[in-house]
C-alpha cells in the first residue's frame, strides 16, 4: 500500500472577500434563481403531488390497470422518483441558501475585525510607550 504523499505547507491559500462576496451573492444566487423557475423542478413538485402545477400523476395504460396491470406501479413508482427527486432539489436549496448565509455572516464578522485590528505600526508605538514608560517611584502616595 502506497503512502500518502506529504502536506506541502509552503503554500497559503488565499481568499479574498470579494470573490466570497461573488460567490455567495452570484454564484449562490444564480443556482437558486434557476432552481426556483426551472420548469423541470416544478413539474417533479407536482408530479410528487407538491406545488400544485399542472401534472398531477403519469398517464399509463390510458387509466385503466386492467388493460394494463403494471400501469399502477409504474404510476406509482414515477410519483416516488418525482418526489425524491423534488425533496432533493428543495433540500440543495436550502443548503445554499444557508451557505450565503453563512458567507455573509462570516464576510461581516471580517469587515468588523479589519476595522478593529491594529496596524503592527500602532501595535509598536503602543509597545514603545509601554516599555518607555518609567516606573512609579517606591514609597510615593498609596492610593489606597
Do not use: W
Not at 62 to 76: C, E, F, L, W, Y
Not at 111 to 117: G, K, L, R
Amino acid at each position: 500500500m502506497a503512502t500518502p504523499p506529504e502536506p506541502d505547507y509552503g503554500h497559503t491559500l488565499s481568499v479574498q472577500s470579494d470573490d466570497l462576496k461573488y460567490f455567495a451573492d452570484t454564484q449562490l444566487g444564480n443556482y437558486l434563481k434557476v432552481l426556483k423557475d426551472d420548469p423541470g423542478f416544478k413539474t417533479m413538485l407536482s408530479f410528487g403531488g407538491d406545488g400544485g402545477g399542472e401534472f398531477a400523476s403519469l398517464l399509463v395504460g390510458h387509466g385503466s390497470d386492467q388493460v394494463m396491470p403494471v400501469a399502477g406501479k409504474i404510476r406509482t413508482d414515477f410519483k416516488n422518483l418525482a418526489t425524491g427527486v423534488a425533496t432533493d432539489l428543495k433540500t440543495l436549496g436550502v443548503q445554499m441558501t444557508e451557505a450565503q448565509l453563512r458567507i455573509r455572516l462570516a464576510l461581516t464578522l471580517m469587515d468588523a475585525a479589519h476595522e478593529e485590528a491594529m496596524t503592527a505600526a500602532e501595535m509598536m508605538e503602543v509597545l514603545t510607550k509601554v516599555s518607555t514608560a518609567t516606573a512609579p517611584k517606591a514609597g510615593g502616595p498609596n492610593p489606597g
